[in-house]
Structure formats: structure tokens, C-alpha cells
């Protein structure tokens, strides 16, 4: 395994990681998320990621089990939660300070750990000022609930902002992004994000490497019955992909196809590793609902040295 700085911050992450959306209690029993995330860690991936959001609280439940059955020493792993969808009730929603703290506590006890390593705004929230998230964020960090507090698929303007505010009365900004960021959908990543990665050294994990399995090839082939394009609740994501079904992902998966074919590794490793050549990217978020799909997708690593400059000027 890679390990690679957080951004700016100390904290060494492991190149790839592995989360739970959709997959943890929708697809994967106790049995199965526990061979997954101890394969996982005896290859090297030191972060787990989560949210309050995920099956309602209990993909946390779950990982919180596992981890205390598999009894990692708590040095040795990172371990995320997200705030934002917590509930139906207007006070168990979006970021502000009362939120932030009570999805802090609950993921606490759900995931059965004293602290969280990185605690993320899973959305911007336009009706909390931007100042008050970055206060209770910095006071959860003083109150060494978490170390260290991130935003997911917030515009640079609103980081920028975030680190202004954080600038101005001395406290912690954003350390990371989740952001989507695959071979498909990259224009945020590359360009709204440019000036954020350079100038406040912003660390990122990115989600949904394999745009949800499109980036295996295998919806080309119809819709297996066994996918998240069928697990209820999710319709909307099936949706998504016949609506995005266009020239450009066709022209982009016969591409990865044929480099994939010629470099002797799967359509989802290649796509993979051209997550990992990107320098902003601190780690990679794997989804699998199989350990046979994790065990392909971990291996990746592997091959990175296959996709030099010349090769990845193909794909783009
Ligand atoms: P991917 O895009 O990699 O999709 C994973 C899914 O693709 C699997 O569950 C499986 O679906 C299919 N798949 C994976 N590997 C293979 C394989 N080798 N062969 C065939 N099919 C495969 O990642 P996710 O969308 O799951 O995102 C990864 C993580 O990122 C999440 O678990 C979560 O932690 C985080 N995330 C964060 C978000 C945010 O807003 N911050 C949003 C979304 C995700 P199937 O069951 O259909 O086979």
C-alpha cells in the first residue's frame, strides 16, 4: 500500500480506502463487511469511511461492530463520519453548530470510538452561515472529538470562504474535500479545484472512483440482476445512468476497454489507477459488494506503474 499526506496535515492515508454507501446492510451482512474490511486492513487501507446518512445510521452500527470484533489497535485506523442528513426533524439536518454536535456524539456511539479521525459536512448548507459550521467544527476539535474536518462536494467558493473565516479568528479550516471524481465526471475536481489544491494545500478523498460500476463495462451489458442499480431506494442511481447513457461515457468505456485489454488489467483497475495518478488525490474511496469485486479493486495498486504519461493522454 501508498500512503500519502492528507493535504496539508501530518496524517498519512492509505492510497486506496473502502467505505460503506449503499453496500454495508443493503448488500453486505455482518459476515461479508467483516471479511471485507479485515482483507482491507491486512492489505494496508487504514481508512474506513462512513456518514450518519448511510442506511440511516446503521452502516455506522455495523462498522462499529466490526471493528471492535476484529479489535484494531485505535492508532492504527481512520475512521470518518459525515453530518448533514441525520433525520426528518429540522434540527437533525444540515451543519449548524447544534447538528454538527449531536451527529458528532451519535456517530460516536454508533461507531463505538472516543474520537473520529476526520468529521466532513457531507453538503454545503445555505441556510447556516459558513462561520458557524467552522466554529463548531474547530470546537469539536478542541474538544478532541475529531481531529481533523473536511466538506464534501462544496464549490471552491465556499471553501475558500471557510478558510477565510478560519484565517480571520485563528481557527482550524477544512483539511479535506470528498468530492465525486472519476474518469467521468472530472471537470469539478480539475478545474473549479485547481486554485484550492494549490494555494490551501487541501487534502482529498474522492468517492465513487468506478462511477457506481459504470466504469467496469458491465451495464453495457444490460443490468445484472445483483446491483445497486436494483437495490430499493437507489432506483434514482439507475435513473441517472440512462439518462447520462450518451457518446461521450460510450466513447470513454471503449477506451478503457481497449488499454485495459492491452495493459492486461480489468476495466475498473485501470480506472482505479487513473484516479491514483492524479497528485491532488490523497485517497481513494472503494465501494465493493463482494470481496471477490474488493479483492480486484484493492489490487490495483499494483499496477499503477503501468499508466505512464503517454497512456494516460489516451484516455483524456
Ligand atoms: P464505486 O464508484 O467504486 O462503486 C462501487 C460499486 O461498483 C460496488 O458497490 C459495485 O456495485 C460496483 N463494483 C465495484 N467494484 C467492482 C468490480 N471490480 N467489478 C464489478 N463491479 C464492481 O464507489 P462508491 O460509489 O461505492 O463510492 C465509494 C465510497 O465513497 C462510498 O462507499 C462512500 O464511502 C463514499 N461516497 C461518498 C459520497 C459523498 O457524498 N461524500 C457519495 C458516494 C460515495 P454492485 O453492487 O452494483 O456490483
Excluded at 101 to 116: F, H
Excluded at 268 to 293: E, T
Amino acid at each position: 500500500m501508498e500512503y500519502r499526506n492528507l493535504g496539508n496535515s501530518g496524517l498519512k492515508i492509505s492510497a486506496l480506502s473502502f467505505g460503506s454507501w449503499v453496500t454495508f446492510v443493503n448488500q453486505l451482512n455482518q459476515k461479508e463487511a467483516t471479511e471485507c474490511m479485515a482483507y482491507a486492513y491486512d492489505q494496508g487501507v487504514n481508512f474506513f469511511d462512513n456518514a450518519e446518512a448511510y442506511a440511516s445510521g446503521k452502516s455506522e452500527i455495523l462498522m462499529g461492530k466490526i471493528i471492535k470484533k476484529l479489535n484494531w489497535d485505535r492508532d492504527s485506523f481512520i475512521v470518518s463520519s459525515k453530518a448533514f442528513w441525520g433525520g426528518e426533524l429540522p434540527t437533525q439536518r444540515g451543519l449548524s453548530k447544534k447538528h454538527l454536535n449531536d451527529a458528532c456524539i451519535s456517530a460516536l456511539k454508533r461507531l463505538q470510538v472516543d474520537y473520529l479521525d476526520l468529521f466532513y459536512c457531507h453538503r454545503p448548507d445555505p441556510e447556516t452561515p459558513i462561520e458557524e459550521t467552522v466554529f463548531a467544527m474547530n470546537d469539536l476539535i478542541l474538544q478532541g472529538k475529531i481531529m481533523y474536518w473536511g466538506t464534501s462536494e462544496w464549490s471552491s467558493k465556499e471553501i475558500v470562504t471557510a478558510f477565510k473565516i478560519a484565517k480571520k479568528y485563528n481557527l482550524r479550516g477544512p483539511t479535506m474535500e470528498q468530492p465525486q471524481y472519476n474518469i467521468l465526471f472530472r471537470e469539478r475536481f480539475e478545474i473549479e479545484y485547481k486554485n484550492i489544491f494549490k494555494k490551501y494545500r487541501i487534502g482529498s478523498t474522492i468517492w465513487s472512483p468506478l462511477a457506481s460500476g459504470i466504469l467496469t463495462g458491465k451495464y453495457q451489458k444490460g443490468i445484472p440482476k445483483k446491483s445497486r442499480f436494483n437495490v430499493k431506494g437507489y432506483e434514482w442511481l439507475k435513473e441517472e445512468f440512462e439518462k447520462n447513457d450518451t457518446d461521450k461515457q460510450t466513447n470513454i468505456l471503449t477506451k478503457l476497454k481497449k488499454l485495459s485489454d492491452k495493459l492486461n488489467i480489468t476495466m475498473a483497475q485501470l480506472s482505479i489507477i487513473w484516479c491514483l495518478k492524479n497528485p491532488n488525490v490523497s485517497s481513494v474511496i472503494l465501494g465493493a459488494s463482494s470481496i471477490k469485486q474488493l479483492k480486484e479493486n484493492l489490487d490495483s495498486i499494483n499496477y499503477i506503474d503501468l499508466l505512464d504519461e503517454n497512456k494516460l493522454k489516451i484516455l483524456t
